[in-house]
């Protein structure tokens, strides 16, 4: 019996060895973790932000040439701020107070490449242009590409100074990619007072890192 017994405990100390290991994300203080689907099978995105962002949208963000011009976003805000949708091949910001998380994807979806593309980095730097060719953006302040989870992100953090508006703004933007899908993530503010870039990037960038994505094609 007692052969037996010490059998039962080594095969059960042999199975929790064998068990992956769950991974612990280290969430910011006063947060809320979520998890959002993204249309088409594009999959679902979790992670976290401020407890203050309290209400959330989407809409398309369409353009001039049909469909591959589109832009699906997911936004996530105070309740109590103004909700502003871009939309439109050009379009203007009103004077209002920023503080959101955006989620935005083409409104195409080729899935030209059925392995998935989580290695991404060869798009960092084209990502990188595009949004400091934008004026509106501010210029780069901060670049790099990091691993979060099971992918590789572009990290790209803007800032400037709205001479029309007289507001101060700063955008911390990250890209990765599904099959082939590019899906970007924007924290973005702005200010009548001088920003704390630094605190706004590292606050930001550990919000960034809390990200994962389950494919789901």
């Given amino acids: 019996m007692r052969h037996r017994f010490k059998i039962i405990t080594a095969s059960l100390f042999a199975s929790c060895l064998n068990k992956s290991p769950i991974e612990s994300i280290?969430?910011?203080?006063?947060?809320?973790?979520?998890?959002?689907?993204?249309?088409?099978?594009?999959?679902?995105?979790s992670f976290s932000i401020p407890n203050r962002y309290d209400t959330?949208?989407?809409?398309?963000?369409?353009?001039?040439?049909?469909?591959?011009?589109?832009?699906?976003?997911?936004?996530?805000?105070?309740?109590?701020?103004?909700?502003?949708?871009?939309?439109?091949?050009?379009?203007?910001?009103?004077?209002?107070?920023?503080?959101?998380?955006?989620?935005?994807?083409?409104?195409?979806?080729?899935?030209s490449d059925r392995t998935d593309t989580s290695k991404y980095s060869l798009g960092h730097e084209p990502f990188k242009g595009r949004l400091?060719?934008?004026?509106?953006?501010?210029?780069i302040k901060f670049d790099t590409i990091e691993r979060i989870g099971d992918r590789y992100y572009s990290i790209i953090s803007l800032a400037g100074?709205?001479?029309?508006?007289?507001?101060?703004f700063a955008k911390l933007a990250a890209l990765t990619t599904?099959?082939?899908?590019?899906?970007?993530?924007?924290?973005?503010?702005?200010?009548?007072?001088?920003?704390?870039?630094?605190?706004f990037f590292n606050n930001s960038t550990k919000f960034?890192?809390?990200?994962?994505?389950?494919?789901?094609i």
Avoid at 66 to 92: M, N, T, W
Avoid at 132 to 139: A, E, I, L, R
Avoid at 161 to 168: C, K, P
């Fill in 26 to 45: 280290a969430t910011p203080s006063n947060s809320k973790f979520i998890t959002t689907a993204l249309k088409d099978s594009l999959g679902k995105v």
């Fill in 161 to 168: 100074f709205n001479r029309e508006t007289q507001r101060h």
């Fill in 56 to 111: 959330s949208f989407t809409w398309t963000n369409h353009s001039d040439c049909g469909k591959p011009c589109d832009h699906i976003e997911y936004r996530f805000q105070p309740k109590s701020l103004p909700v502003f949708k871009e939309s439109g091949f050009y379009y203007a910001i009103p004077d209002i107070y920023i503080d959101q998380f955006t989620i935005l994807h083409s409104g195409s979806y080729p899935f």
């Fill in 132 to 139: 400091s060719s934008d004026p509106s953006n501010g210029q």
């Fill in 208 to 216: 960034i890192r809390t990200i994962r994505i389950s494919n789901g």
């Fill in 178 to 199: 599904v099959k082939g899908n590019e899906i970007e993530f924007h924290f973005d503010t702005n200010s009548k007072d001088t920003i704390n870039e630094k605190e």
